[in-house]
């Protein structure tokens, strides 16, 4: 269905800004009912401009914009808040999560649950201290919203995955259980993972039950997301130099 040249009062998260010309800004949103969009958002480095100090990333705004083009035109934008800019490592994972949207989603393509997936991490890393369980669950959401997330309730052979048994985890393929793993050439074994049937099972509910369940559940989705991403993930790789001089 063609969209309406104009959209007003849709809630949205910056993603990412660019300065433009002498006083724009390049933006790219991501808002509930209309997916990732690309804005160009005039005069909005002026001084004066009502859209300076609204348009931050990782707090909810309500946006509106107009333009045929794949470019469009923000027309105004409100800070909802709702909770404080993140700081120090909540700051890397913010922008993190903002890459990952970026990179694995299509522009203007409507997905109301990853937005409120995003809107959940956003505001977990805000306001909480753990982040773990919350960064695993939204890359998991992401995943399977795009379409790259093995189906994790039932093995290669269609029975159903068992919490006491380990499995061979592949991007691209169903998970193998792990003693089956020797009828994989070489070739096909990697890239790929051992994990626990129980961890599968959380990842799947998005509930862990301890500090190693989470360890196996980012094994898991590291492994997808570097298999789709081969060039890297800028934030992360920012996180690792940091973490390296610790």
Not at 11 to 24: G, K, V
Request: glycine share 6%.
């Amino acid at each position: 269905m063609k969209q309406p040249n104009r959209i007003d009062s849709q809630p949205a998260f910056l993603l990412s800004a660019t300065p433009w010309r002498e006083t724009s800004l390049l933006a790219e949103l991501f808002s509930r009912d209309y997916g990732r969009v690309a804005v160009v958002a005039r005069s909005a480095r002026k001084r004066q401009s009502e859209l300076r100090g609204v348009l931050v990333p990782f707090v909810p705004v309500q946006v509106a914009w107009y333009g045929k083009e794949e470019l469009k035109t923000l027309h105004r934008a409100e800070w909802l808040g709702g909770w404080p800019q993140p700081q120090g490592r909540a700051l890397l994972s913010g922008l993190y999560v903002n890459e990952l949207v970026q990179k694995l989603t299509a522009r203007e393509d409507p997905q109301p649950a990853l937005y409120e997936a995003l809107r959940q991490v956003m505001r977990t890393l805000c306001t909480e201290r753990n982040h773990a369980a919350v960064l695993r669950r939204f890359e998991w959401t992401l995943l399977t919203l795009a379409g790259y997330a093995p189906d994790l309730q039932k093995d290669s052979a269609g029975c159903p995955v068992e919490a006491d048994r380990q499995y061979w985890l592949r991007p691209e393929h169903a998970v193998l259980p792990l003693e089956q793993r020797h009828s994989l050439t070489p070739a096909e074994v990697q890239p790929g993972v051992a994990v626990d049937g129980d961890v599968l099972i959380q990842l799947q509910n998005g509930e862990f039950t301890d500090a190693a369940a989470l360890q196996q559940a980012r094994r898991i989705t590291r492994l997808l997301l570097d298999f789709r991403l081969p060039e890297g993930i800028k934030s992360r790789q920012v996180l690792q130099q940091i973490q390296a001089f610790r």
